[in-house]
């Protein structure tokens, strides 16, 4: 990442990361004579904190960083896997499925609200465009802070906000293609609006984009992706706008609101061949013809792709209250409705009923944070509160007309009714947690933190899917539900902290935390065996199969450097589980496993000015990931889950109003003990841009060489979907050489 200095911000801009001021260790540069120890972070405490005095390793993803990527046509989160080194490459289509951090999963926020729910749905980074982010603050490693959700890391988007003066305008358009046919372009335009007073400020920022067709190296259309979905043919529109008070006593209120809605707007897609034969053996004897395969006009269904949130919150702050301590108060609440791509199947118990559909997923989330900060001199801090919060989750699963659909090769799907897709689920939360900094010495802290969390899980009476599917095919007049219930968790989670001055400019850090993860109870409950009349023999319920919650531990030692044009930091960690979660490929539910899982690996990086014109570097992820077996031998993790080690080299160059980069990523191979390999590929990018007298054009080309490979997702679909579909179907070739340009102006 390029040398930054982040100016301090207001308490309520760095509240989202306000209690991470013992983990996060941002590496921040100024300046080749500057050193961390003058280096002054907004993501730390609930005040600017100096970098030198935290123990942990994070990065920043600065807004000249960030554009850098996206204007020039990169995806957020392929500029996300490019920029942070503990994260892995996203998939190019809608889903960040695969994209974990040190191995495991990721929680995801904006503004400090979270974008997970209890049925882990992946549309994080299809959440908000780059246009209105300011930066992103990601914390790698479990964190007993933010509790459940976060046992990999954290990625925090910031979203931009205005300033005082006068009206200013922000205007942006650009398009990607790569001249493979009149299909191959998205176009994005965007415009924002910003000003205020000494008492208000304000902007509000709206992002229009819209996508054409994927092509590969190879010149073909890439197969739109039937699983998680893509985004050919998208459109997207985000709308998203802020208001910051000062009021009277230092006291300041900020309030923001989101508008996102990102769905499938064309009439292309699949032609899996008729009676589905490229794909779906089970519906022609176990035979298949994927040469039938192929993308082609005509597509025409009652339910296609979407993700469309509406989210808000307030942040409040006021400076002096119960013997001068800092009160935040955080509320939120998100609304989501998530459409998947429609899917072929068949019932896992006999008779063996076939079927075709789209499930709608829909999370309400809304919760209240409270945090009292109290420093005793520059000697002691601490920072405590509570949190509240409350998620319910419902589905509903779309069937087509089976004939119809199978004789048009899946282009042609007509709602026929609507089943129940997983059971209801609510889960509600309550927690307390303090986090204390002591400074020992002149050159050692200390940061310790305790964070005491209740769960409760509440899942309604469903019947299985595959009776449902009975049932609307007219093989079954009704069928007993399997019982809801509900259960309890409630988790301890601490953390310690000590970092060392070793120098100016130069510290050493040793950290252990705990992270919890709870499984996806939709996923798991509602399952059950039946009798030929719909009786349940017996189901998988709260009270008989019980889900447990997953603890993560982790350890990390560390050391960063900042210091004639140097730039380093490296930090080797250690992460434990002693549960695991794995898919059943042809049910696609998930099994909860007692089995430990073990996570080690070096993560980091290293840069180095040159001169006042050029920058070099490297960012790296060095993972191994292990699992043991009933008899305690230790082997490699399934591909599915584990992440690859990887490794990626830049430079850069600057030039007056010019500015170049070059940058390559490899991915390494990775296999696990059941015989799975996902094989790797490096590719190179070159981003630029370019000051006019008025506004700014970046560029950029994409896949420079014109690497022909085949996508991480895409591998890992062949092994989820194997017992579904062909692999043919979900094959997906990564995108072949793009161009991108983007003209921006402010006025």
């Given at each position: ?68 990527q996206t204007k020039a046509g990169i995806p957020l989160k392929e500029a996300l896997g490019n920029l942070v080194p503990g ?521 180095y000015n040159l001169n006042d014109n050029w920058r070099v570097g490297s960012n790296f992820l060095a993972i191994k990931s ?122």
């Amino acid at each position: 990442m390029n040398p930054i200095r982040l100016a301090p911000a207001t308490p309520l801009r760095s509240l989202p990361l306000a209690l991470l001021a013992t983990f996060a260790a941002i590496p921040a540069f100024a300046t080749d004579s500057a050193t961390l120890d003058n280096v002054v972070v907004s993501a730390g405490a609930a005040k600017p904190t100096q970098i030198s005095e935290l123990p942990g390793v994070a990065w920043v993803v600065t807004a000249e960083e960030l554009q850098e990527q996206t204007k020039a046509g990169i995806p957020l989160k392929e500029a996300l896997g490019n920029l942070v080194p503990g994260l892995d490459i996203g998939s190019q289509g809608r889903s960040n499925n695969d994209q974990n951090m040190r191995g495991r999963s990721v929680l995801v926020m904006i503004d400090g609200v979270s974008l997970n729910s209890s049925r882990n749905l992946s549309r994080q980074f299809d959440s908000i465009d780059p246009f209105n982010i300011e930066r992103i603050e990601v914390i790698s490693g479990a964190n007993a802070l933010y509790g459940a959700g976060a046992t990999g890391g954290i990625i925090n988007i910031i979203t931009k906000h205005g300033e005082a003066g006068p009206a200013r305008f922000t205007t942006e358009a650009g398009v990607r293609t790569g001249f493979n046919a009149g299909d191959d372009a998205d176009w994005k335009l965007a415009q924002s609006v910003s000003g205020g007073n000494d008492w208000v400020v304000g902007r509000l920022g709206l992002a229009y984009q819209k996508n054409g067709a994927v092509y590969g190296a190879d010149g073909k259309q890439v197969f739109t992706d039937i699983t998680q979905t893509d985004l050919q043919y998208n459109q997207s529109i985000d709308l998203l706008g802020n208001l910051d008070f000062k009021l009277s006593g230092g006291q300041k209120l900020s309030v923001m609101a989101q508008y996102y809605d990102s769905g499938y707007d064309g009439d292309r897609s699949l032609y899996m061949g008729k009676n589905l034969i490229g794909s779906f053996p089970v519906l022609n004897g176990n035979k298949s013809d994927p040469s039938q395969l192929e993308m082609r006009d005509g597509f025409d269904s009652d339910r296609t792709p979407r993700t469309k949130r509406l989210m808000g919150q307030f942040d409040y702050f006021a400076p002096n209250i119960l013997g001068g301590q800092e009160l935040y108060v955080q509320g939120y609440a998100r609304q989501e409705k998530i459409d998947f791509f429609p899917f072929p199947g068949y019932t896992s118990t006999k008779p063996t009923v076939l079927y075709y559909g789209a499930s709608q997923q829909n999370t309400d989330l809304y919760g209240l944070k409270a945090v009292l900060n109290k420093d005793w001199g520059d000697i002691f801090s601490l920072s405590y509160g509570l949190e509240a919060s409350r998620e319910e989750f419902d589905s509903n699963q779309m069937l087509f007309d089976f004939k119809t659909a199978s004789q048009s090769g899946g282009m042609q799907l007509h709602e026929t009714t609507q089943i129940g897709r997983y059971p209801g689920v609510q889960t509600g939360g309550i927690s307390a947690f303090a986090q204390a900094k002591w400074r020992l010495t002149d050159k050692l802290n200390l940061d310790f933190g305790l964070r005491q969390q209740h769960m409760k899980n509440s899942v309604d009476d469903f019947v299985a899917f595959n009776q449902q599917i009975y049932i609307a095919n007219g093989n079954l007049k009704s069928a007993d539900a399997v019982p809801g219930g509900s259960k309890s968790y409630d988790v301890t989670l601490p953390n310690v902290g000590v970092v060392y001055k070793l120098m100016p400019g130069s510290q050493v850090w040793a950290n252990y935390s705990e992270g919890f993860e709870l499984p996806d109870a939709a996923k798991w409950y509602g399952q059950g065996n039946y009798t030929s009349t719909g009786k349940l023999i017996q189901g998988v319920s709260v009270t008989n199969s019980a889900l447990d919650g997953i603890k993560t531990h982790q350890v990390e030692l560390g050391w960063r450097y900042g210091r004639n044009g140097w730039q380093l930091q490296a930090a080797p960690f250690y992460t434990w589980s002693d549960k695991s979660l794995s898919y059943d490929s042809t049910t696609l539910l998930i099994k909860e496993l007692n089995q430990k899982v073990r996570t080690y690996g070096l993560e980091g990086q290293v840069a180095y000015n040159l001169n006042d014109n050029w920058r070099v570097g490297s960012n790296f992820l060095a993972i191994k990931s292990e699992q043991q077996d009933s008899k305690g031998n230790w082997s490699k993790r399934d591909v599915t889950a584990a992440s690859p080690s990887k490794v990626s080299l830049f430079t850069d160059w600057t030039h007056g109003d010019t500015a170049l980069r070059l940058q390559g990523q490899q991915v390494f191979d990775l296999s696990d003990a059941a015989g799975n390999k996902l094989k790797g590929y490096a590719i190179f990018d070159l981003l630029g841009s370019h000051k006019l007298p008025v506004g700014t054009l970046n560029f950029g080309i994409q896949n420079l060489f014109n690497k022909q490979y085949q996508t991480l997702w895409s591998q890992r679909s062949q092994i989820y979907y194997g017992k579904l579909v062909t692999p043919q179907t979900v094959y997906y070739e990564g995108r072949g050489r793009t161009y991108g340009v983007t003209y921006t102006v402010s006025y």
